[in-house]
């Protein structure tokens, strides 16, 4: 039977286990969320060994080739030494700014780090309570903008990283792991090309980050921002984007309740195949949204997409 090493710790596991679960069965505490390669928030650092990887290019090669691995799409075929994240140690501490309800079920969080982070529209954090509970989470917030980090998370169902932040008090302090990098950003090269932002749920939440930033940059073409929302109380940030579209002719925001998702859909009809669309939500939802970018022409690599799981919280998220 192979074997695990991380730090002083080594033990057996059967011959082609997951390398998460074994990891976590241990108590390690390796956050994850999607178990399918795209929220990479179950990285670790293959330090001897080498696990059989079901999804190499889920990983730029750079950081393959340098050990990293995602731990959910691992098998463990031959003794492994394994660094994983210690918050502790490894985590940029931040304090609890403000945390007050966008909707009755999206809880707004805003963090001060402890020093300065610096990170693009459309990353994510995987953020870590005091009681080593961890779950990745979308920036809603711009850099140059906003003074703090905001998360937009979805409460509908209990969980560990939600029970804990529904309590969350002004002055707590969480730790923030690794900054990562989904499929969602916006490139200056659109400048002049329509933009579309495609959300369901919290998936508006790093969508609304892009959207100021492809304003900062003075986007030239039109902005459509759709967000599907399970009711109309649910149609959270309604102020500020309307505020958005009143000072920018170019931007049109489009709330759409779930009875009215086909046709919503049949109206995603666009004038030109220079259509960019960023697609962000849940998983049944990213592939209406991109079914329908497809039967309308759109071509695929102008298609970027992040899906959340709804698993705590509404995403790998988000």
């Known amino acids: 039977m192979p074997e695990i090493t991380v730090g002083q710790r080594r033990w ?10 074994a990891l976590n069965a241990q108590g390690l505490n390796v956050p994850y969320s ?8 179950c990285l670790v650092h293959c330090l001897r060994g080498e696990p059989r990887d079901n999804q190499p290019a889920a990983l730029d090669a750079g950081k393959h080739a340098e050990g990293w691995r995602l731990a959910c799409q691992c098998q ?22 403000a945390c007050d309800w966008l909707s009755p079920e999206v809880l707004r969080l805003r963090l001060q780090p402890s020093k300065p982070l610096r990170y693009q529209a459309g990353q994510h954090l995987v953020l870590w309570t005091e009681s080593g509970v961890a779950r990745p989470y979308s920036l809603a917030s711009l850099p140059q903008e906003d003074r703090f980090l905001e998360f937009h998370i979805d409460c509908r169902h209990p969980g560990a990283f939600v029970d804990v932040a529904k309590d969350f008090r002004l002055g707590d302090h969480v730790r923030l792991g690794e900054l990562r990098a989904g499929a969602l950003r916006y490139d200056p090269d659109w400048q002049d090309c329509p933009l579309w932002l495609l959300a369901a749920g919290t998936g508006l939440a790093p ?26 109380r649910q149609h959270y940030l309604a102020s500020e984007l309307s505020t958005l579209a009143a000072n920018h002719p170019s931007v049109r925001i489009e709330r759409v309740l779930p009875e009215d998702f086909s046709q919503a ?5 666009p004038s030109s195949r220079r259509v960019h669309a960023l697609v962000c939500g849940s998983p049944a939802s990213v592939e209406a949204y991109s079914k329908r970018l497809f039967l309308g022409g759109v071509p ?19």
Request: charged residues 25%.
């Open 34 to 41: 999607c178990r399918a390669g795209s929220c990479h928030a």
């Open 12 to 21: 057996a596991v059967a011959a082609g286990a997951n390398l998460l679960d």
């Open 207 to 232: 969508l609304y980050g892009i959207l100021r930033e492809a304003l900062r940059q003075r986007h030239a073409g039109e902005i459509r921002l759709v967000h599907l929302a399970r009711d109309a």
């Open 300 to 318: 695929r690599n102008q298609v970027l997409a992040d899906v959340f799981t709804g698993r705590e919280g509404g995403g790998y998220q988000s």
């Open 76 to 97: 463990v075929v031959e003794d492994l030494s394994v660094a994983v994240f210690d918050p502790a140690t490894d985590g940029l501490p931040a304090r609890v700014e």
């Open 265 to 269: 859909l049949a109206g995603l009809r």
